[in-house]
């Protein structure tokens, strides 16, 4: 099982449930379209993959979160991104059935952010905004790392993709170690990841944060991550461009009230 948490995978099982998503109905927002690939079958039960219009996600019907979301991110939409003041619209995933999906009674008095994955600061036009607010973009996420260091990061991200033109970028939760907890019925991640991969210079990043207040994040190469969290991340990249890394500018802290 490697890291991946030993009472999760035996909660998988247990459900009985392995409705896996098929194959990747919106391409556009992965690398040369190709989906990431679930290593572990039994981190695959209860998948649901999720298209919206400029992400992706696949939802855990166990964890009740995403295992991760997935953005082509271009220049032009951040630029239309910058015109839109933030309005909140959190709400459950009707498309997916109430025993699978997190509502907001979950994380009503947790502690918790309902952090995003795809963030809504990278949203280009009002529906993609409302959009990203589902909760099936969402994991429990500490506050503080919430809105100082993710921020820090998601906006080192859209700096890039700007200078760039276009990034691919996938982001998710990692629940690793034996020690993880529930909130309501959503699983709360322990660490969180963003992978950063530029078409351009055919390099990439992954961001890796534990999920508590910190300044502290590790910068590793695809390959690590993918070993770390046994998700074939970007399976159309050779074994030397998932160890090629992509140099990015420090991560500052944001002083923001939230994560974008």
């Known amino acids: 099982m490697g890291l991946i948490q030993r009472s999760l995978l035996a909660v998988m099982l ?3 449930v392995c409705t896996s998503a098929a194959a990747g109905n919106c391409p556009l927002h992965y690398v040369d379209g190709r989906m990431p690939e679930i290593q572990n079958s039994r981190m695959q039960a209860a998948t649901t993959e999720l298209c919206y219009d ?6 855990s019907g166990i964890t009740r979160t995403p295992l991760w979301s997935a953005e082509h991110l271009t220049a032009d939409h951040l630029e239309s991104a910058k015109t839109l003041s933030r309005e909140n619209s959190f709400h459950p995933e009707t498309r997916l059935p109430a025993s699978s999906r997190a509502e907001l009674s979950d994380y009503a008095r947790s502690g918790y952010d309902r952090g995003h994955m795809a963030p809504n600061g990278d949203m280009p036009d009002r529906n993609s905004q409302h959009q990203s607010f589902t909760l099936a973009n969402m ?4 506050g503080e790392n919430n809105r100082h260091l993710w921020a820090g990061i998601e906006a080192v991200v859209r ?5 760039e033109g276009e990034l691919y970028v996938l982001t998710g939760p990692a629940f690793l170690g034996s020690d993880l907890r529930k909130i309501g019925n959503v699983l ?7 992978v950063v991969y530029s078409p351009r210079q055919r390099a990439g990043v992954a961001f890796f944060v534990e999920n508590r207040a910190t300044s502290d994040y590790a910068l590793l190469s695809i390959a690590q991550l993918e070993a770390k969290i046994g998700i074939n991340l970007m399976p159309s990249l050779s074994a030397a461009q998932k160890e090629t890394v992509l140099r990015l500018p420090n991560v500052k802290l944001r002083k923001s009230k939230g994560g974008k």
């Open 54 to 59: 400029v992400f992706g996600v696949m939802h």
């Open 14 to 16: 247990a459900a009985g």
């Open 188 to 194: 709360v991640p322990s660490h969180l990841y963003k």
């Open 159 to 163: 700096k890039q993709a700007s200078k």
């Open 139 to 142: 994991v429990p996420q500490d």
